[in-house]
Every structure is written in C-alpha cells, then in structure tokens.
C-alpha cells in the first residue's frame, strides 16, 4: 500500500508560477465568460469553482500542461475525456496542437455548452463504463483523462481487469510512442484506501506523488 500521509501533503506536480497562472487565465476567461458565469452561477461547474474561476482550478490545468511538456512539443493530437468545462481543451489549442474532448449527454446539455461554443471546442459523447470497448474515430498522440467519472453511480465501480481492459482499449487508440494520462477523482482518504482506490492500485501500482488525488501515466511503447 501507500503512505496516505506522504501522498496527501504533496502537491507539487499540480502547481504552476504566477506567470503561468496569468497566462491560463488571459486565455480562459473574457467579457463572455463573465456574463456566463452571473447567468449561470447555480450550475455545477460554477459550484465547482470552475467558472467564476478560481486560482486551483486553473493552475491545475496548466500544470498538467507542463507535465505533458505540451509547451515544448511538436503539434500534436490530443484527446481529452470527460472534458468539463473544456478549459484544458482550450488551453491545448491555444499552443497550436489538435484538440478534441468527449462528455457524457447530460454534460453535454449543460449550460457550460455556451462555453465550449464560446472556445469552438471539437466534442463528441462518450461514457466509459466496466469492461466495455470504447471506440474512437482516430488514434492520438496524447489522450487525458482529468478527474473524469468511469461509471455512473447506479452501476459497479471499476474493479482491477476492468482498469486493465480500460488502459488497454486506450491504447488501441494511441500511436507509438503516444501518452494516456490519468488524473482520477479517488482521493487519498485520511485512514484507509477505499475499494476503487484499492483496485486501481492492484491494476497498476502505486500512483505518481505530487498530485492530490491517484495518478497515472504511461506511454505506449
């Protein structure tokens, strides 16, 4: 198992500089979206601290920016699973690479959908549920998959071949040499590993430290 203790106090992989912080915020928040967020500001995402933003949030997305090192490289396809509100997407763009998102239909039907219109974000639906295929349109250089939901709350939780069958659809999608992030939404309890937290770990090792909740990266040989 994992030293909850070590993994809860660090951080550092998710943070970012001032600097950085003001260039995610110069390319994700205009007149647009302030409008939106005071219409909107009973829906989930502005709940969430999405929208109006906050300094976590958006520091988040441009610190997996870096660990990526999504500045420094070649344009590249990207896909982004269980986008949100899409400002990883639009963030990815703004460097030039080929971004594309998915979001389950009710997320889709949100309000946020102004925002992803507003950023001309390319999205389709997808739902990831235990141990069935996924199909995407193309293969990718580089897919994400930030705090994203596996599986609607009235069904199971992923259990460890499902994350093995997960991880391995995924890299059918993936060209040589390609990425899959996964930054889940499992916290690092206080006591004890709960049951997905549990799985996760048998399927594929202890997560990566300097993140605030379980993490994994690999890269398809």
Same mark, same amino acid.
Request: aromatic letters at 14%; one cysteine or more; a positive charge.
């Given at each position: 198992?994992?030293?909850?203790?070590?993994?809860?106090?660090?951080?550092?992989?998710?943070?970012?500089?001032?600097?950085?912080?003001?260039?995610?915020?110069?390319?994700?928040?205009?007149?647009?979206?302030?409008?939106?967020?005071?219409?909107?500001?009973?829906?989930?995402?502005?709940?969430?601290?999405?929208?109006?933003?906050?300094?976590?949030?958006?520091?988040?997305?441009?610190?997996?920016?870096?660990?990526?090192?999504?500045?420094?490289?070649?344009?590249?396809?990207?896909?982004?699973?269980?986008? @949100?509100?899409?400002? *990883?997407? #639009?963030?990815?763009?703004?460097?030039?690479?080929? $971004?594309? &998102?998915?979001?389950?239909?009710?997320?889709?039907?949100?309000?946020?959908y102004k925002i992803h219109q507003h950023y001309n974000l390319n999205l389709f639906e997808l739902q990831l549920m235990p141990s069935k295929y996924a199909?995407?349109?193309?293969?990718?250089?580089?897919?994400?998959?930030?705090?994203?939901?596996?599986?609607?709350?009235?069904?199971?939780?992923?259990?460890?071949?499902?994350?093995?069958?997960?991880?391995?659809?995924?890299?059918?999608?993936?060209?040589? @040499?390609?990425?899959? *992030?996964? #930054?889940?939404?499992?916290?690092?309890?206080?006591? $004890?590993? &709960?049951?997905?937290?549990?799985?996760?770990?048998?399927?594929?090792?202890?997560?990566?430290?300097?993140?605030?909740?379980?993490?994994?990266?690999?890269?398809?040989?």
């Amino acid at each position: 198992m994992i030293n909850l203790l070590e993994y809860r106090s660090d951080r550092s992989k998710q943070n970012c500089t001032g600097g950085e912080l003001e260039w995610g915020r110069s390319i994700l928040f205009d007149g647009f979206t302030e409008q939106w967020c005071n219409e909107h500001s009973d829906t989930v995402y502005a709940m969430e601290g999405y929208f109006p933003p906050t300094d976590r949030k958006t520091a988040e997305k441009v610190a997996f920016i870096n660990y990526l090192n999504l500045k420094q490289r070649d344009k590249c396809k990207i896909l982004d699973i269980g986008t @949100g509100a899409g400002q *990883f997407m #639009k963030l990815c763009k703004s460097l030039g690479h080929e $971004v594309s &998102g998915t979001e389950v239909q009710k997320r889709l039907d949100d309000p946020v959908y102004k925002i992803h219109q507003h950023y001309n974000l390319n999205l389709f639906e997808l739902q990831l549920m235990p141990s069935k295929y996924a199909s995407l349109p193309q293969a990718y250089d580089v897919i994400t998959l930030l705090r994203t939901q596996f599986n609607d709350i009235r069904t199971r939780e992923f259990k460890e071949k499902d994350w093995h069958f997960w991880k391995d659809n995924m890299f059918d999608y993936l060209n040589p @040499g390609g990425q899959l *992030f996964l #930054k889940t939404n499992l916290k690092f309890q206080k006591h $004890v590993v &709960g049951g997905m937290q549990t799985e996760i770990i048998k399927a594929f090792g202890v997560p990566i430290k300097g993140f605030n909740s379980y993490t994994y990266h690999f890269t398809k040989p």
